[in-house]
């Protein structure tokens, strides 16, 4: 099949062919594949194992059938049989395909995982040399081989003793059944086991089998759900987090496979997990693929495995065995959600307990129990088991070390154990462990079971599991990791500058660093598009569902090595313009008749060039000037408005801040009083302009209020500042013009003196009650009087219930979450605030708020007025001097410093064919197309959707340019000019192929976050969901080849996709925890909605970095790790932030040395959880984390309040919260989960 830009996992295992290893065995009829999909063919022998569709695509295949994602999938699931052709099926593809690889890797031969082709993505570790071989999964079986996929009886087929010498172990692996011993432990792919472990092989007996808990479900996998409670989300933003419950130990060690390196288990006693170890791996492993096109991927075909003259079962597949169950190995379909569990006998390093004995798994502590399955001998899986890849063989991962398992014969099948030998192309995705990439774990708790369309092993194909829950359940190394995309991109892309001058080009993703070269189209900085190649129509739209959308942040600060937009200055006449659609001049316009006239790239029309703008043209058309002027041949510059351009036909007045302090009995209480008024004194001296050797213009005033407002005279004649009180705060007015705006170097002793009286004046205050709506009128009542535009930081403590205009009630009802009427909390309750924001824009007043509340304020209210006047709002809860001055200082000084404009308009125009249809940000609209904004900061976006009005050319492509016309700091009225080219075409493929998934994201989230004011949030989840699945399905039904629908398709550039929307959809505002609060659900709708994409991307996927790996030679950070709770080593230290909070988190065997070097101390029960800055130690290692730290609060706009979280401790709980691949505590689905629940619904569309 031809090579594609996709993955494909196979969920579902096609039928089988002849099964490559000579006769079938007895009984068996198509075993199911484990890989995804591995769904029992019908009876047939297995296809070229397709299935085992390589690690190809690195994505596993999709949810089982009838899985929910959410809901625990009941093992019932494939009452389909599974339709993947074994022969033909492409590997899981999720989307990134390579060319197929045909077959499957030789059994023994090292398989290559990934086999996408290059440049696909691979999950696996990158190739090195000789793929391991792994030993043909199928363990011997004994015949009475169980049925997955019924009910499954317990072990009871009992795999024949364990061998016992090393060669029968070889044998074992390598072949089928080898005399009666029982599958060899570790399933293909899988890494041995620790030598603790007994053989796996050893027979297990079915009574023996305890109850596995699904305890140790790898983060990635949910866990069970009573397994590892998930912390629930606290409340996060700002206040103390509630206190938890420490998380109970049982929770399964985090296996490192994150980047911490294995140590030694840790004694988890509670945890070990015993579960039962992964199953073996998905049939693929062993079974050769039949050389066709299983894999879609890129890359080439995986050598066929020669043929065993023994038929041998296919790798983890148990044949069906005609009589009993399958083989327990496997693992797809075990009954019971079988978790991967550590090898049997093998401890795993992450758990401490005592390695469970092979035959039965000691039940888990606290998990539930789990049928142990017999045969399922994988080695551990990630999360359980050593800190295996997730469950395959240990992965060359590099987080993980694989343990060596005793007795396993060496050679080959170490290698395979030690992990799949990278597959070429496949590059960092962990190597699958079966070598499909849907390979099934152990079942997932919470799967249904065997990927919808598989069926069950053994069973027959259509059977519907009974009721075990066991499923199988994807292998997280095999489905896309976010960190390989990210990690792909900065060496793909991070070297070389980004020239923007050809169109339609995506640029590098927002994690990767890189330079810019403004040729022609507007930095990435500036505007990042959904898709860099639009539908050329309307209905080619509306049936890929891609949304078509710009994320607009146009005063974006610019790193040293660019030079900011040139400014062109016309003079009295001011900027060349279209006669008709009024479009700035730009490189789009072409200039014809010699010189004298230009035809408008937006509407075609045609104008005059002035006289004094008049310029020859050169051979090809373009102006001989063309590159000595901006404006064409630059994406972004600036022009000197002329006074046309000016409110009232007047130059504006120099903009003012006025601060208005809340002196009510909880400010000055909790020290945020003196803390303002303190910070004022030296803050004055950094206000904003547009040199640094001139001092700033800005005029500033001064405001303090409870239930009545103090207004101050600070007039530079004066010895003292005078008070003003208005107590009348029904009808608010200005009780002094001259004196109240200032100007700060003239009046800076009076102001200092002001600022010390103010904590003294209300030291003794009794009054608890204050007011709200007053205080802005009165900050606009006085821009209003001084003719100037500006800006109001108010410092707030509390619910305004003193009599006054915009008085609120406290009507927090947590009764309503969930109900039709929770929309109602989202939305202001009193209609005051947005007729008071339309007043503060038509003045240019904008207002931030920096809330300090210790209970419920209404920020859905309290926050209309600077969200709508393109302010922004600070939330302290609980504020603490001691804890929270840090953070309120630093959030206060970037608030008052940052470049900014006032008084702002923006209009986006577009070329014939699409329009902006609809805004998303912190602004106000009196019309469709003005976005106005009463200040507009260098942290501001706004979001911009299109929608076909005609056709598009594919010649001309789409244009797009967004004019804000704006007030600078320093009184110029100037229009920032901010010009994108975007191809067109009437291929789906194409526009697949130039997506930006980061940016599609951050416009699903704010289009869902808008949407949870007028829709249940059940909906808006649903409909996300929906969407997600109809780009997806369109793309599989018109993009991709044919290919079984057991195999889950993404394209290349969306194979995040789901992992990142299943991160939006956990999301506190969309399923709150039960401690999430109102006020946090409303602060985080309106934070989000003026977001950038690499703010939105680092919110919903935090960075999380091992920070044990880290290279003091190198400048460069260590590569990050996936989100899941498996991905941490018990013996490192992690830094997770997402652009809100900076935490520490330390392993409880974490090394002395490094403890002593980050803490200075060596005991980890020395370290003081309650610390917010690191001590400054004299080494490199303290130098250099802490440099770390500083460098990534100065990427974020906030910032970041340090949290030291240590290993099972309470606040642990928080900290999970942000392990966004895992289920969540508030009923998020795991990554793994999702990602079967977006195959099923992508199936249900297809169908």
């Not at 991967?340 to 888990?364: A, I, L, N």
């Not at 249904?448 to 053994?458: A, E, F």
């Not at 001092?695 to 239930?707: A, D, L, P, Q």
């Not at 009780?735 to 003794?764: K, T, W």
Request: aromatic share 8%; glycine share 8%.
């Amino acid at each position: 099949m031809r090579v594609r830009d996709e993955l494909r996992m196979n969920v579902n295992q096609q039928p089988h062919m002849a099964s490559p290893y000579g006769q079938p065995q007895p009984g068996y009829q198509g075993y199911p594949q484990p890989g995804y999909g591995g769904g029992h063919v019908p009876s047939g022998y297995p296809a070229q194992y397709a299935p085992y569709n390589g690690p190809g695509s690195a994505y596993q295949q999709g949810p089982p059938q009838g899985c929910s994602p959410y809901a625990s999938f009941p093992t019932k699931t494939l009452a389909t049989n599974l339709v993947s052709d074994l022969s033909s099926s492409s590997p899981l593809d999720l989307g990134m395909r390579g060319p197929p690889t045909s077959g499957a890797p030789p059994v023994s031969g090292a398989q290559s995982y990934s086999q996408f082709g290059q440049g696909e993505t691979q999950n696996g570790p990158p190739p090195m040399g000789a793929p391991p071989q792994r030993p043909p999964v199928s363990q011997p079986y004994t015949p009475g081989a169980v049925n997955l996929s019924g009910p499954q009886p317990p072990f009871s087929q009992q795999f024949g003793a364990p061998p016992v010498s090393m060669q029968h172990m070889t044998n074992q692996m390598a072949s089928m059944q080898v005399g009666s011993t029982a599958p060899s432990p570790a399933g293909p792919g899988y890494a041995p086991p620790s030598v603790s472990q007994a053989a796996m092989s050893a027979p297990y007996t079915p009574a023996a089998r305890p109850p596995f808990q699904p305890t140790s479900t790898s983060p990635s996998q949910p866990p069970p759900a009573e397994a590892v409670a998930q912390p629930p989300p606290q409340s996060y933003y700002g206040g103390l987090p509630p206190a938890q419950q420490p998380f109970p130990t049982a929770v399964p060690p985090y296996s490192s496979t994150g980047p911490a390196q294995p140590q030694a288990p840790p004694p988890v006693s509670p945890q070990t997990f015993p579960q039962a170890p992964p199953v073996s791996q998905p049939p693929f492993s062993t079974a050769q693929v039949p050389p066709g096109p299983t894999q879609s991927y890129g890359a080439p075909l995986p050598p066929t495995q020669p043929s065993f003259s023994r038929p041998l079962l296919p790798t983890s597949q148990p044949s069906t065995f005609p009589a009993g169950p399958p083989p327990t190995s496997t693992p797809s379909q075990l009954p019971g959600v079988m978790q991967p569990q550590p090898p049997v006998s093998q401890s795993s390093p992450y758990h401490s307990g005592p390695p469970p004995t092979s035959t039965g798994f000691p039940p888990q502590v606290g998990a539930p129990p789990r049928p142990p399955f017999a045969g399922m001998q994988g080695p551990p899986m990630a999360s359980q088991g050593p800190p295996l890849a997730s469950q395959g063989p240990p992965m060359a991962q590099a987080n993980h070390v694989p343990p060596t398992q005793p007795g396993m014969p060496p050679g080959p099948i170490s290698a395979s154990m030690s992990g799949p030998p990278p597959q070429p192309g496949m590059q960092g995705y962990p190597p699958q462990q079966n070598g499909a990439f849907g390979q099934v774990r152990g079942p997932q708790p919470g799967y249904t079971g065997p990927y919808p369309g598989q069926p069950s092993y053994g069973a027959p194909p259509a059977a519907p599991a009974p009721a075990p829950p066991s499923t199988k359940r994807l292998d997280p190394d095999s489905i896309p990791s976010p960190i390989q995309v990210i990690e792909d991109d900065k060496a793909n892309k991070g070297s070389e500058p980004f020239s923007t001058g050809v169109r339609g080009q995506a640029p590098p993703l927002v994690t990767t660093k890189f330079q810019v070269k403004d040729q022609g189209n507007a930095s990435p900085r500036y505007i990042r598009c959904t898709a860099y190649n639009m539908p050329s129509n309307s209905d080619m739209a509306k049936q890929s569902q891609v949304p078509l959308a710009a994320v607009i942040k146009p005063l974006a600060p610019l790193p040293a090595d660019e030079t900011p937009p040139y400014l062109v200055d016309h003079g009295e006449s001011g900027p060349i313009r279209c006669n008709r659609c009024k479009a700035y001049m730009c490189p789009y316009m072409q200039f014809i008749e010699g010189g004298r006239r230009f035809q408008c790239g937006f509407c075609s029309c045609v104008t005059e060039v002035p006289p004094h703008y008049f310029q020859h043209l050169d051979h090809t058309g373009k102006r001989v000037d063309c590159y000595d002027r901006p404006e064409l041949s630059m994406g972004s510059y600036e022009f000197m408005a002329t006074v046309d351009y000016c409110k009232n036909n007047k130059i504006p007045q120099p903009p003012a801040f006025i601060f208005l302090i809340d002196v009510s009995y909880n400010a000055v209480k909790n020290g945020m009083v003196g803390i303002v008024c303190q910070e004022l004194k030296t803050l004055l001296d950094y206000l904003p302009r547009e040199n640094p050797d001139v001092e700033s213009n800005i005029r500033v005033g001064f405001v303090t209020y409870n239930k009545v407002l103090h207004f101050y005279n600070v007039k530079a004649s004066l010895a003292q500042p005078q008070m003003m009180v208005v107590s009348d705060v029904a009808d608010m007015f200005v009780p002094l013009l001259d004196g109240f705006l200032v100007n700060v170097s003239e009046s800076r002793v009076v102001i200092e003196s002001l600022l010390d009286q103010i904590p003294e004046m209300f030291a003794d205050t009794r009054e608890t009650e204050t007011v709200f709506g007053p205080v802005i009128q009165a900050g606009l009542e006085a821009l209003k009087a001084a003719d100037c535009a500006g800006k109001l930081f108010v410092f707030h403590s509390s619910l305004p219930i003193a009599e006054a205009p915009g008085k609120l009630k406290n009507r927090e009802d947590k009764k309503l979450v969930g109900t039709d009427k929770e929309k109602s909390l989202f939305q202001p309750q009193v209609s005051f605030y947005n007729t008071l924001a339309k007043e503060c824009v038509a003045q240019g007043c904008c207002v931030d708020l920096f809330l300090f509340p210790n209970q419920y304020v209404d920020v859905a209210t309290l926050g209309v007025v600077p969200t709508s006047t393109g302010g922004s709002i600070y939330k302290y809860t609980y504020f603490q001097a001691s804890s929270d001055q840090e953070r309120f200082l630093n959030d206060l000084r970037r608030d008052v410093q940052k470049p900014m404009g006032f008084d702002a308009v923006m209009r986006v125009r577009t070329s014939t064919g699409i329009r902006a249809t609809d805004f998303f940000g912190s602004f106000y609209m009196s019309n469709t197309t003005d976005v106005e904004l009463a200040g507009l900061d260098c942290d501001k976006t706004v979001t911009v959707e299109f929608r076909h009005d005609d056709k598009l050319s594919e010649e001309t492509g789409a244009l797009m340019q967004c004019a804000v016309l704006y007030t600078s700091c320093s009184g110029q009225r100037r229009l920032r000019i901010l010009n994108m080219a975007v191809n067109c075409c009437s291929q789906l493929a194409d526009l697949y192929r130039n997506c930006e998934t980061d940016t599609i994201i951050n416009f699903f989230a704010k289009y869902a976050y808008r949407s949870v004011l007028s829709s249940p949030i059940k909906n808006v989840r649903d409909s996300l969901v929906n969407q997600c699945a109809q780009i997806l399905a369109c793309y599989r039904k018109n993009c991709a080849s044919p290919s079984s629908a057991g195999q889950l398709i993404l394209p290349e550039c969306m194979k995040l996709l789901p992992v990142y929307l299943n991160c939006v959809l956990k999301s506190d505002v969309l399923q709150p925890g039960a401690d999430v609060s109102l006020d946090d659900r409303a602060y985080l709708r309106q934070l989000v909605s003026t977001m950038d994409v690499s703010e939105s991307h680092v919110f919903f996927y935090p960075r999380l970095l091992p920070l044990q790996k880290l290279d003091l030679e190198s400048i460069s950070l260590p590569v990050a790790v996936r989100d899941s709770e498996e991905r941490l080593s018990r013996g490192g230290v992690y830094l997770l932030e997402n652009g809100l909070n900076i935490f520490l988190w330390v392993g409880v065997n974490a090394q002395q040395e490094l403890l002593q070097n980050i803490f200075g101390t060596p005991a980890f029960g020395q370290i003081d959880p309650n610390m917010t800055s690191l001590p400054a130690l004299d080494n490199p290692f303290s130098k250099r984390l802490r440099e770390i730290i500083e460098s990534v609060r100065a990427q974020r706009s906030r910032y970041m309040k340090l949290m030291v979280v240590k290993q099972e401790d309470k606040l642990e709980l928080i900290f999970k919260h942000f392990l966004v691949e895992d289920k969540s505590n508030n009923g998020g689905a795991s990554y793994v989960d999702f990602l079967c629940h977006m195959h099923k619904e992508i199936r249900q569309l297809l169908s």
